[in-house]
């Protein structure tokens, strides 16, 4: 009722994701109406990124203040200090380089570049020094374009493909970061609740510079003439190019760079401690302090009483004598700012969002007081206004589709099992052509109406108490069984924070060589939950026999799905834990 109750907020022309997909559909429509036929061949294309414009592009003031190596832990400070360590061998480099896309006009290019030179972000180099690709000898430079930002702003992109591909990633080994949707794995009490602040770091990646010579590997734009620089040292007789200093955005290891770089410093103060951090593919932390960083961004949430959830510093309730307001959170909020000044990490004053029971994290809007965890109700409302006009045109572009599938994907991962609304609609896109606009078959269609319908209740209730009832399933290919066991709730909370919550792809027939090759990121039972599961009283035994002979995986998925359905049929609404043999 609160979803449809409220009026659909308008979309801000010039954003992102959701503004750019409406200008799609906004084109589309005086194309085709709706339900014309025949496509608009490249009259609809619509691109993301943008010509530069100076008087938008956010740009720091004074950049690279920061050297990068040292904020790292010592083996990854290694190998910041010595980056051409990650450029890969000329065998495994691709023979045809990429050209970069760089979107600075002729006219501006001098002013562009004079702008880098000037906040630091910037240097000249002589064309000469710099690398060259190692099949064609081509020279490796790269591009810059824009991209809409917050508040009619531009951010400006680096486009690095073409040394990108020179080089070895390192996000497996450097990255571990939290996902918005763990907070629907909160289990919070009734007489608690949870409030958040949030911190971010302004131009993160603009504030860290390489060290060393790394910078020649980060070349922009045009070659420049010397004797137009002579003012910044350059000799008049030779060529240059503007290299970056800074950790460049689309550099594909400055995410890695960044995080680390931002976790050291929060560490450093006394922050992340593993029992208190947010991991993605984790089970949420049982502390009463919840953190998480993602590359610039700092959450940390509290879980308090619920009559304290506005005590602070300087609060005159009776509650605050004793301890003057100084909770956990706050103390750890206040102890990642203070690392934050002593590293010399500049904040965004608008960005620091104090302590509140509804606040919002990497997507996610965690409401404390009613326990609801998922993306806020205007984008949602949003998201499916964008739907339906989709539906009503009945055609598209394949950009604009994968656009909307991409927005309608994370509110429903707030509650996976609407994901199953989709279907025809991943082999519908791969078909798609990269040119013209398609008709959409009814059944995507269907299923764009499905998954509109199911963003009203996309949303994760952390105040649903665990059952205490725990069913074992089994299965042979004719026959299955079932049982349950009562456990206390705490033993309950237990179990359902080891259970998965991250799924992966599968297949019926795994051979031991398949295994081999494709190692699962699943947690395997342990000795442990064996005999957790043995030393339970098992009782109210069930068996019946299938329809049908099918294979034994599938025997046993139906046999798991078969026992929740007769525990809702009993009544049960708040079914979090089982162990089913699959």
């Not at 770089?261 to 103060?269: A, K, N, P, T």
């Not at 990642?336 to 500049?346: P, T, V």
Request: proline share 5%; with cysteine.
């Amino acid at each position: 009722i609160k979803f449809c109750a409220s009026s659909i907020c308008d979309i801000i022309a010039g954003g992102r994701a959701r503004a750019r997909l409406d200008t799609m559909l906004s084109a589309c429509a005086p194309l085709h109406g709706y339900g014309s036929s025949g496509p608009a061949r490249g009259k609809a294309t619509f691109f993301v990124s943008e010509d530069v414009d100076l008087s938008r592009v956010a740009l720091p003031r004074s950049a690279g203040l920061l050297d990068a190596k040292c904020l790292m832990a010592p083996e990854r400070a290694k190998v910041s200090a010595e980056l051409n360590r990650i450029v890969l061998p000329a065998d495994q480099v691709p023979q045809v380089g990429i050209r970069s896309c760089h979107k600075v006009s002729r006219e501006s290019e001098g002013q562009f570049v004079r702008r880098l030179l000037d906040c630091g972000m910037g240097v000249l180099v002589e064309e000469d020094r710099l690398p060259r690709h190692p099949h064609s000898n081509a020279l490796l430079r790269g591009g810059c374009f824009g991209v809409p930002h917050t508040r009619g702003r531009q951010r400006l992109i680096y486009d690095r493909r073409a040394l990108n591909q020179t080089e070895r990633d390192l996000s497996d080994e450097w990255l571990w970061l939290p996902h918005g949707t763990q907070w629907c794995d909160m289990i919070l009490g009734p007489s608690h609740t949870v409030r958040g602040a949030t911190a971010d770091l302004a131009a993160w990646f603009y504030q860290l510079a390489h060290s060393g010579d790394w910078h020649l590997r980060q070349s922009i734009g045009r070659r420049l003439r010397g004797r137009d620089y002579q003012n910044c040292g350059a000799s008049p007789s030779l060529h240059y190019r503007l290299c970056l200093r800074v950790v460049a955005m689309g550099d594909k290891n400055g995410v890695p760079f960044a995080q680390e770089c931002h976790e050291f410093i929060l560490r450093s103060g006394g922050c992340l401690s593993p029992t208190e951090t947010l991991r993605y593919g984790l089970s949420f932390p049982l502390s009463c302090v919840i953190q998480g960083a993602y590359v610039d961004d700092l959450a940390v949430a509290g879980v308090v009483a619920r009559d304290r959830v506005k005590c602070m510093p300087g609060c005159p309730c009776s509650r605050c004598e004793l301890d003057g307001g100084e909770l956990p959170d706050i103390r750890r909020y206040n102890s990642a700012l203070e690392a934050y000044a002593k590293a010399g990490a500049e904040t965004s004053a608008d960005k620091l969002i104090g302590f509140s029971e509804v606040f919002t994290c990497w997507g996610s809007e965690i409401d404390g007081s009613e326990g609801r965890v998922g993306v806020s109700s205007d984008k949602r409302r949003q998201i499916f206004r964008l739907t339906v006009g989709v539906v009503l045109l009945g055609r598209c572009s394949k950009h604009a589709l994968q656009s909307l599938v991409g927005s309608i994907v994370y509110p429903l991962m707030h509650r996976r099992e609407l994901m199953c609304c989709f279907v025809q609609t991943f082999i519908f896109l791969e078909s798609m052509s990269e040119i013209d606009d398609s008709k959409i078959p009814v059944g995507v269609l269907d299923e764009l109406i499905a998954a509109a319908l199911a963003l009203v209740v996309s949303f994760a209730n952390i105040r649903a108490p665990v059952s205490t009832c725990l069913s074992a399933t089994d299965a042979t290919v004719r026959r299955a069984g079932a049982c349950q066991a009562f456990v206390p709730q705490r033993v309950a909370n237990a179990c359902y924070r080891r259970s998965e919550h991250r799924g992966e792809y599968t297949r019926l027939r795994w051979s031991d060589f398949d295994i081999a090759l494709r190692p699962s990121r699943m947690l395997e039972p342990g000795p442990d939950i064996n005999k957790f599961a043995e030393s339970l009283f098992w009782q109210d035994p069930v068996g019946y026999d299938f329809r049908r002979t099918e294979h034994i995986n599938v025997q046993e998925l139906k046999a798991a799905m078969d026992e929740v359905v007769r525990r809702i049929s009993r009544g049960e609404r708040d079914i979090a834990a089982g162990s089913p043999s699959i």
